[in-house]
């Protein structure tokens, strides 16, 4: 019950119910089970994890810090594990970023066959979150993971360009 109450309060709106979840729109965007509030990884029975406040600015000052330690340009991708629609399993999906752009657009370009890409955007945060998840492992305990080589526009991007404008969004 105590769990239930942190879920409506972390909620901007109820999208539906089953026994055991709430599927929730976060006050960030999100659609997701419970509103992000999480009972694992946590100790105790009666703790919970919460999403960020501005997960965008929590990377950023990941990212300030690290940098500034290692005397480098880095992007940071902050993460969380979300269901998908019509999809069984988990995935890593980015839900705060800072250093990069998280979108490449591919549309009014050109494929191979002589085809113009009318709606082809390419989920990098998204993307290098999923890979994340490979390394860090859910009962792993291994908070970080490190994504080299990957030659990624730099930018300063927000996790809140991932979220879909509610207007184009043809389940809502």
């Known amino acids: 019950?105590?769990?239930?109450?942190?879920?409506?309060?972390?909620?901007a709106r109820i999208v539906r119910m089953d026994p055991g979840v709430i599927i929730a729109e976060t006050r960030h965007g999100f659609i997701c089970a419970n509103a992000g509030v999480?009972?694992?990884?946590?100790?105790?029975?009666?703790?919970?994890?919460l999403l960020p406040v501005d997960p965008d600015a929590s990377a950023r000052r990941l990212r300030d810090d690290l940098q500034a330690r290692l005397g480098f340009d880095i992007a940071v991708v902050i993460t969380d594990s979300f269901g998908r629609p019509w999809r069984e399993g988990i995935t890593n999906i980015a839900i705060g970023v800072a250093g990069l752009l998280p979108l490449i657009d591919y549309r009014g370009q050109v494929d191979d066959h002589g085809h113009v890409l009318a709606v082809s955007m390419l989920?990098?945060?998204?993307?290098?979150?999923?890979?994340?998840?490979?390394?860090?492992?859910?009962?792993?305990?291994?908070?970080?993971?490190?994504?080299?080589?990957?030659?990624?526009?730099?930018?300063?991007?927000?996790?809140?360009?991932?979220?879909?404008?509610?207007?184009?969004?043809?389940?809502?």
Do not use: H, W
């Open 123 to 172: 989920a990098i945060a998204d993307e290098i979150a999923a890979s994340t998840e490979l390394v860090m492992g859910k009962l792993l305990r291994t908070p970080v993971a490190v994504v080299r080589g990957y030659p990624y526009t730099r930018g300063e991007g927000s996790a809140r360009a991932l979220v879909r404008d509610p207007a184009k969004d043809m389940f809502r």
């Open 38 to 49: 999480d009972a694992s990884n946590v100790p105790g029975d009666e703790t919970v994890c």
């Open 1 to 11: 019950a105590r769990q239930v109450e942190v879920v409506l309060r972390e909620s």
